[in-house]
């Protein structure tokens, strides 16, 4: 419609999505699969009779499919909880509190989503100390500072697998040692990484890792936190005691069917998919870094296949976004005006970008329903917005 | 990653962004203002021509979000033609009512599209009266 009245030339009907990091479809084969607990099956897990029995299983094949997605120990180490931001609170505020005896320091990385570092901060007001670990211009976490800063009254550290806004995968291997070697625990978000790069928590010796079912194209409603066995840990949630105690509340059968569904079917195409996606990313790179002082945020190389994400000097973010969405094709930004406190992303500020700089940010996220042919249709339309609202700039003198 | 949730612009503010009026800068203008800064993401550049007090060509530039777009153009066309003494009374809400209203966090938007010309005029006034 508004690409009509504005007289747009309208390339593509169906239009293109590239926000995957926001918010993902829920994979067909995976509301096949699940949709049964929604209808026919809609019985608590926690009830006795059969149809509770059979929701039970349900919740169990997941654990079982997602401990395998990630090599855990076992299934008891996947709790269900509604959402990452919830798996993270529990990661954080679960193991800071039960071990509080350990010492009041927590950390977390300068980069960290909002559902990490609110938390920290939470914690730091009843008591704790919370410090910031920096990251590099590309996004990498300070390992001498983590060294340094942390000390044997570390209670837990929270740094993610890899970065939603600038892609930048973190060197979680190194990570853990140091923290390891302080006697604290470790917390990883995964909610980016999971699904584009394999992991694994007994190899890369994680403690906590949380999991989003929703950016795994399964459906919302549903995280997991996944805990080492032995990792001390206390409720956040008190009430009926599912989850083995830790996360009260009726399970939401049909998401944690589905989410384990998704991961099962993600975990057998990931090498392929991560592969035919990174070729798209590269090739978006290539091209949208030619249009005049455009910049690549995150790390060149060290980044997630799905991740193109951008800077363009004397432009705006919210009106890359909007002008992008005249042509059906959706982007996210970190720029102040799509935040409500009106201050730009912390992250493109923490990798050294100036106010001004991390307002003219566009991130790109790609996914399944993302092709070699779209990249063209992308990139003209990202030259005609950058040139447009240049046009508009008063930041650039001439004309 | 952070997202707009609450933004929500009315058809009016979508088609002032899409299609902005009186986009330039005037050469020797007889007004010129400037409101905001790049650092906070929007930034605002207004140029009048004055003919017998009367805003004969008005121009703008900005740096911003979309509805700092769309309250820079809506701007423009409300103080063009009008006696300079009106003109100024352009206030922030009157930009954001002709726009069919902006959400509550792009009130500063607004706010500044209609500093922006009062500085231009204020410019002019003092221009005269030297």
Known sequence: MLVQQCGFELMNMQGIYLDHASSMPVEPRVLEYAKIYLTKNFSNPSSL???????????????????????????????FTGSATESNNLAIRGTALRNIGKGKEVFASA???????NPMKELHKNGFEFNIIPVDSNGIVDL???????TNKTNVTSIMYANNEIGTIEPIKEISKIVHEKGGYLHVDATAAAGRVPIDVQKEQIDLLTLSSNDLYGPKGAGVLYIKPG?????????????????SGTENVFAIAGMGEAAKIAQKGMKKESARLTKIRDKLIKEITKINESYLTGHPSRRLPHHASFRFSHIEGESILLNMDMYNIQVATGSACSHKT???SHVLLAIGLKHEEAHGSMVMTLGRSNNMEQVPIVVKAVKDTVDRLRKLSPLIKKG | MIKIVEIGYSKKVMEHFMNPRNVGVIKNPDGYGKVGNPVCGDLMEIFI?????????IKFKTFGCGSAIATSS?????????????????????????????????????????????????????????
């Open chain 1, 49 to 79: 009779y059969s149809s509770g029995l059979e929701a039970n299983r349900a919740l169990e094949e997941s654990r079982a499919k997602i401990a395998q997605f990630i090599n855990a120990e076992n299934e008891k180490t996947i709790v």
């Open chain 1, 111 to 117: 980069i960290e989503h909002i559902s990490v570092l």
């Open chain 1, 144 to 150: 001498k500072k983590l060294q340094t800063l942390l």
């Open chain 1, 231 to 247: 990792t001390k840990i206390q409720s956040v949630m008190p009430g009926g005691g599912q989850e083995r105690g830790l996360r």
């Open chain 1, 342 to 344: 009106l201050e730009p």
């Open chain 2, 49 to 57: 021509k004055v003919k017998d007090d009367i805003i004969k060509d």
């Open chain 2, 74 to 130: 809506m701007v423009t066309e409300l103080a063009k033609g009008k006696h300079v003494d009106e003109a100024i009374k352009i206030t922030r809400n009157d930009v954001a009512e002709e726009l069919d209203g902006l959400p509550p966090q792009k009130m500063h938007c607004s706010n500044l599209a209609a500093d922006a010309l009062q500085e231009a005029i204020k410019d002019y006034k003092n221009k005269k009266k030297k």
